[in-house]
């Protein structure tokens, strides 16, 4: 009979090494492919050995860990949605320049110009009319006549520095008051003052060209300027 502590195929133990006691089995090897024996239910799984330090646990309340420096930030997985994006710094194009507003339209400035022809022309007609009667009647009537005309050009002239005064001060005379709108510094969004706003009207001679080409350019324009609007750097505008 062979030895029962040397089968055939078996490993034989190490020097130094338990011998089994008469009857017992050796202990078994794991077979090729096959895993190593699992802790049975409710057993501890393995601890580390000495010197090795357990792997990090994230303490009660912690964050979880960031991305270092220079790493990307975790992208979303398949399916999820992207975080909603951050409102960066913009340039809207709605015609709105900064404090100015918004830009009036072509409409309401011819509106507003009208109202204000019409406030200053219809008392000069008038005075003017009356002049010619009176100064083709002779005699003493003619010079009633001709003060009456001169009467006329100075309440014109008067009138359109009163419309220069408003405008540079407020921004507004009484056609833009009524259309709703305002002259203002491009640069600055104020009003432009009253200096300005005369020397803007006579700006307005170079409008006059090419068919009055001037007044009719805001209809393509970008910032809705007239010639005299470039030349002074403004602006009409929505209240």
Known sequence: MGNPYDPYGQQQPGYGQQQPGYGQQPPAQPGYGQPPAQPGYGQPPAQPGYGQQPPPQPGYGQPPAQPGYGQPPAQPGYGQAPPPAQPGYQEVHHHHYGSTGQLAEWGSRAGGYIIDYLIIIAPVLVLYFLGALLSSSGGGA???????????????????????????????????????????????????GFGMAFVRKIAHIADSFLCYIGFLWPLWDERKQTFADKICNTLVVRN
């Open 142 to 192: 003619a010079l009633i006549g001709v003060l009456l005309m001169l009467v006329g050009m100075i309440v014109s002239f008067a009138g359109a520095l009163w419309i220069c005064y408003q405008e540079g001060t407020t921004g507004q005379s009484i056609g833009k008051r009524q259309m709703g709108i305002r002259l203002v510094s491009a640069q600055t969004g104020q009003p432009i």
